[in-house]
């Protein structure tokens, strides 16, 4: 699989377009939770753009044998009246389901921000960078705050 770098400019690049989706739809979150790890640094970047304050969740659903402590991101979540949720990537949309039903019962409003949107994601995001779609262009994402030099061997 070509892998393609997605560069800090691209980042910075799709989180004023986010910023603009945020502010053109009104919504206006309390609290920027960042998905462990791929959404730390937009999340850091976001919540320093909107001067809101910063949480991060830990789901890993690809590389980890573990399963996630729902019952800690649910708590997390529910603290909050209103949260944006943002990760690096929707590519299958495993981890934005899995948040999606965890909390379909909490009154929190909860909306999904990416740098990168797969078109055929099964989970939808409100907020995104750039979509792309995996049937045309089947890429590996590598992002600035990713070891380059270990994916680079693999």
């Given at each position: 699989m070509e892998k393609i770098h997605f560069t800090i400019e691209k980042m910075i690049d799709s989180i004023k377009k986010i910023c603009t989706q945020l502010v053109n739809s009104n919504?206006?979150?309390e609290v920027i939770i960042s998905i462990n790890r791929g959404g730390c640094t937009?999340?850091?970047?976001?919540?320093?753009?909107?001067?809101?304050?910063?949480e991060v969740i830990n789901i890993e659903l690809r590389d980890s044998n573990s399963e996630p402590n729902l019952i800690s991101i649910k708590e997390k979540i529910k603290q909050f009246n209103s949260v944006l949720i943002i990760d690096d990537i929707n590519d299958s949309g495993n981890t934005i389901g899995v948040i999606k039903d965890l909390s379909k019962h909490l009154t929190t409003?909860?909306?999904?921000?990416?740098?990168?949107?797969?078109?055929?994601?099964?989970?939808k995001v409100e907020y995104y960078g750039e979509t792309v779609n995996s049937k045309l262009n089947n890429y590996w994402y590598v992002f600035p705050w990713e070891n380059w030099w270990k994916i680079d061997e693999k």
């Open positions: 919504y206006d979150p937009p999340g850091v970047y976001l919540s320093h753009y909107l001067n809101k304050p910063h409003k909860i909306h999904f921000a990416v740098l990168i949107n797969k078109s055929d994601s099964k989970s």
